[in-house]
């Protein structure tokens, strides 16, 4: 399954949103997907409830995505975004699907690790992470979902870390890997993994490669190199899902993004 998810409210930033028109409009004009239909402009988006900017919208949307996923029931997904936080109903109905056996790598500049009374800007696109893992009981308590455990959680790019996302990945032995880790190294990690699912953030990207994203953050990976690390995950690994986020309009096709839409649709067309 395919599934164009443009939630943006998490980072408060409507570039994201037209981030993930403009791959609709470039790269999947012949692509049979779903869609999520996400409020372009609401009031509401920025009040502040349980210490998260836009709770109740995101809420909504996170219970209306996982209901979607539930009634489909795909067995491997591609998502497309919107921001980080479009990724949270897709990596929780795989864990609901696999259970145990999802391992999730989040490729990131950031973790996305603190949790509500940790964040500084209270923007939900710091806290999916965390929110996945059980840190966001607020958002999740009651849609039903298996929360990952720490173990199934690995980061690898993140170089622009809070202190709390620190002390978490510290105190829960959460694997962290360098942008410069190879694919010998990766594969390595996660040689006992069944089921992977792959949460790519653009900003895990030096934006002298890639500067179409909202947080760039300097000294990040080659597109070779993560091309190469994708494709050595799919003869490794059971790949079953991919998410693809945090993209702005450039206003024309590039090859790298051609790569990974391509990437994503054999993902989800896998046998």
């Known amino acids: 399954m395919v599934l164009l998810n443009p939630v943006w409210q998490g980072g408060g930033d409507l570039n994201t949103l037209e981030g993930a028109n403009e791959l609709e409009n470039l790269y999947l004009q012949q692509v049979k997907y779903s869609e999520t239909h996400v409020l372009r402009n609401n009031r509401s988006g920025k009040r502040v409830e349980n210490q998260i900017q836009g709770y109740t919208i995101l809420r909504g949307q996170l219970h209306e995505t996982l209901s979607l996923l539930r009634t489909e029931e795909p067995i491997r997904l591609f998502t497309i975004g919107g921001g980080c936080d479009a990724d949270l109903a897709s990596i929780l109905y795989m864990n609901e699907s696999c259970g145990e056996t999802l391992s999730l790598l989040w490729l990131d500049a950031h973790g996305d690790l603190n949790a509500p009374e940790e964040s500084n800007t209270e923007l939900f696109y710091g806290m999916v992470a965390r929110a996945a893992l059980g840190g966001c009981p607020k958002m999740t308590d009651d849609i039903g979902a298996r929360l990952l455990k720490p173990s199934q959680y690995t980061l690898i790019g993140g170089r622009d870390l809070d202190a709390p996302e620190k002390r978490f990945i510290s105190n829960n032995n959460i ?8 694919a010998a190294e990766l594969t390595d990690a996660l040689k006992n993994v069944k ?48 998410g693809l986020f945090e993209y702005i309009p450039c206003g024309e096709k590039k090859n790298l993004m051609q790569e990974l839409i391509n990437y994503g649709l054999s993902v989800a067309k896998d046998k």
């Open 175 to 182: 694997r962290i890997l360098s942008e410069k880790c190879d």
């Open 195 to 242: 089921n992977l699912y792959i949460h790519l953030d653009l900003d895990v990207l030096d934006p002298k490669y890639c500067s179409y994203t909202p947080v760039p953050v300097e000294n990040g990976m080659a597109p070779a190199n993560l091309l190469k690390l994708l494709k050595e995950l799919r003869s490794r690994c059971n790949v079953i899902g991919f």
